[in-house]
């Protein structure tokens, strides 16, 4: 698996996006380095970044604020024990100097805006929170991402970055809680479930995986997670099965996915996890 274990540095051969040279967009290649829009002038400035699928970038943190936005493929966000799975209609706000990481789900492009924060009102949330993502908030990234980082925007492109905040909307949308632990028995198996949800193995066979008695594992899922094997489980697999729900994708073509014997087992349990159907989700998901 690759990595990227200072969340600095290039996820794939290129150094730098191109853009084509036209009216109020750079011509020449962006910096994919996010240490570089940490001090860009304006109050903030969109990189644009690739990674192929599986890319991990290790935990690290900005001294800016980000607005993380998939143009393609799925982000995962590793934040406040928690996982965030960012689709192409839903962005993620970071606040300044909060650890997190990520991981591609898919071949992944980013837009991430890295906001200066003096430039956002004070009730922008302390916590990371979703954002939904309008027609108008995507065209307004993807513009705001052709813009050169070297120069304060102005005229027509300093109103494209003010309306790009000013449309930003919290979604009421909240994470599945998915604490790793620090046993590296215990984050081993974490994070083959999180590469795989539909893995069927039980405690005993993923114990036997990885050195350990299913009592030892057992109690590391309940001290470190404060869950059991089965609900943690059960928890990635929600998380698992949001973005595939937005996407489109038929309710029970992604139970099947994710490992579940019947499409009825698989809508039980997205109820008791998230309050509503898997149904009602995707319909919630197509209005945004």
């Known amino acids: 698996m690759k990595s990227e274990r200072n969340g600095h540095g290039s996820a794939i051969a290129h150094h730098a996006t191109p853009h084509p040279q036209r009216a109020g967009i750079a011509s020449a290649r962006k910096s994919t380095d996010p240490r570089d829009y940490q001090n860009a002038p304006g109050i903030a400035a969109v990189m644009p970044k690739a990674f192929p699928d599986g890319f991990v970038v290790a935990e690290h943190r900005h001294p800016r604020a980000q607005l993380v936005y998939a143009t393609t493929g799925i982000a995962e966000v590793f934040a406040c024990q928690s996982l965030w799975m960012i689709p192409p ?37 302390n916590q990371p929170r979703l954002v939904d993502v309008s027609a108008l908030l995507r065209e307004l990234i993807v513009r705001a991402s052709s813009l050169p980082i070297d120069a304060r925007p102005a005229g027509r492109d300093g109103l494209v970055i003010q309306l790009m905040l000013a449309e ?99 809508s039980t349990v997205f109820r008791r996890l998230t309050g509503m159907t898997p149904s009602a989700y995707a319909k919630l998901s197509d209005s945004a």
């Open 89 to 125: 209609h839903r962005a993620l706000w970071i606040p300044p100097d909060l650890p997190h990481a990520m991981r591609a789900r898919g071949q992944l492009e980013m837009r991430t805006a890295y906001v200066d924060s003096h430039a956002y009102p004070t009730a922008c949330p």
């Open 168 to 266: 930003i909307e919290w979604s009421p949308e909240q994470p599945l809680r998915l604490p790793s632990g620090q046993d590296r028995r215990l984050a081993r198996v974490c994070d083959a479930i999180l590469s795989n949800p539909a893995d069927q193995r039980t405690l005993t066979e993923w114990a036997d995986e990885v050195g350990a008695s299913s009592r030892t594992l057992a109690r590391l899922f309940n001290a470190e997670t404060g869950l059991s094997f089965s609900q943690w489980r059960q928890q990635a697999r929600i998380a698992a099965a949001r973005p595939l729900l937005a996407s489109g994708r038929a309710v029970i073509a992604v139970a099947a996915e994710l490992g579940y014997e019947t499409t009825s087992a698989f």
